[in-house]
Structures are given as structure tokens and as C-alpha cells.
């Protein structure tokens, strides 16, 4: 069983700075790709950042030169740094990853359970 489990959301000034992460538990083999999505109420969820294993980075064009995707492979965990914050960058953020969970498996997609970021003054 795989869970992701978010942490870092909170309450933060416009242009200040927050770090989400992201670790995965349990069975896994290897992490394919590691996304970033947020969502507001009555919207749709929306892509804000990607990291595929190589090592490549794609990132919506609201976010690009103020958030970052990392990750650190030993322990399962991927981050996301956010600066220049807006209120408009207010949502519930989930991680979700694409985990091969052995190496005969085929790819399984995981949610976090989201956290809640807010920019307001």
C-alpha cells in the first residue's frame, strides 16, 4: 500500500514564501513522475508543476520564476517551493506521483490528501 502524505500549507503574506512536501510510503520500486496540481472551490484541478525521473521540470505558465519542483530520492519525497506568493496562488495543493511498486508492476498513480495554502494580508 502506498499512501503521499503533504505537508507545509498554511497562511502567508502576499510575497512571502512557503515549502510544500510530499514523502511517499510503502511498497515502492521507483517514482516516475511527481506532480503538483492545485484546485479552488468550483474549479477544475490544474497542473502547477512537473518533475519526471531524469530530472526534467515543466511548470504552468502563472508559476514559472516564482515556484520550484525538487526532490530528494532517498526519501521518497518531492517539494515544492513557492515565493513571490500571490492571492491568487490560493487552493488546496495535492502531490500526486506515477509509482512502480515492483520492478514487474506497471505504473500506479497516487494522490495526496491535499493542504490548504492561503496569501492574504
Known amino acids: 500500500q502506498v499512501q503521499l502524505a503533504e505537508s507545509g500549507g498554511g497562511l502567508v503574506q502576499p510575497g512571502g514564501s512557503l515549502r510544500l512536501s510530499c514523502e511517499a510510503s510503502?511498497?515502492?520500486?521507483?517514482?516516475?513522475?511527481w506532480d503538483w496540481f492545485r484546485q479552488v472551490p468550483g474549479k477544475e484541478r490544474e497542473l502547477v508543476a512537473r518533475l519526471i525521473s531524469g530530472g526534467s521540470t515543466n511548470y504552468a505558465d502563472f508559476v514559472k520564476g516564482r515556484f520550484t519542483i525538487s526532490r530528494d530520492n532517498a526519501k521518497n519525497t518531492v517539494y515544492l517551493q513557492m515565493n513571490s506568493l500571490k492571492p491568487d496562488d490560493t487552493a488546496v495543493y495535492f502531490c500526486?506521483?506515477?509509482?512502480?511498486?515492483?520492478?514487474?508492476?506497471?505504473?500506479?498513480?497516487?494522490w495526496g490528501q491535499g493542504t490548504q495554502v492561503t496569501v492574504s494580508s
Open positions: 510503502g511498497s515502492i520500486f521507483s517514482i516516475n513522475v
Open positions: 500526486k506521483a506515477d509509482i512502480r511498486i515492483t520492478y514487474h508492476s506497471g505504473t500506479f498513480r497516487y
